[in-house]
Nanobody, 121 residues
Framework: QVQLVESGGGLVQPGGSLVLSCAAS????????MGWYRQAPGKQRELVAT???????NYADSVKGRFTISKDNAINTVYLQMNSLKPEDTAVYYC???????????????WGQGTQVTVSS
């Protein structure tokens, strides 16, 4: 069993900041990459940012320069620092991990339950 538990969402005013955290736990052999996705009402889930085991990062154009993804490999946790938040950043944010539970198995994709981020005055 693998669990991804997110925290840090909430209500923030435009221009404000939030930090999301996601901790992976359970039967984990190795993690290839972790990332954040979001889904706004009536829209498809979209990539926000990802970070590989080696530290390579990838960002959606809409968040470049405002969001920063980072990780702590020792505790299997990924963070998303969100600055200069805009109303259009309002969405449910989901943590994702591409990981292996056993050395002899292919990796699989696991999701957290999501955390709501609302940017509004």
């Amino acid at each position: 069993q693998v669990q991804l538990v997110e925290s840090g969402g909430g209500l923030v005013q435009p221009g404000g900041s939030l930090v999301l955290s996601c901790a992976a736990s359970g039967s984990i052999f190795s993690i290839n990459a972790m990332g954040w996705y979001r889904q706004a009402p009536g829209k498809q889930r979209e990539l926000v940012a990802t970070i590989s085991n080696g530290g390579s990062t990838n960002y959606a154009d809409s968040v470049k320069g405002r969001f920063t993804i980072s990780k702590d490999n020792a505790i299997n946790t990924v963070y998303l620092q969100m600055n200069s938040l805009k109303p259009e950043d309002t969405a449910v944010y989901y943590c994702n991990a591409d990981l292996r539970t056993k050395w002899y198995e292919n990796s699989g994709s696991y999701w957290g339950q999501g955390t709501q981020v609302t940017v509004s005055s």
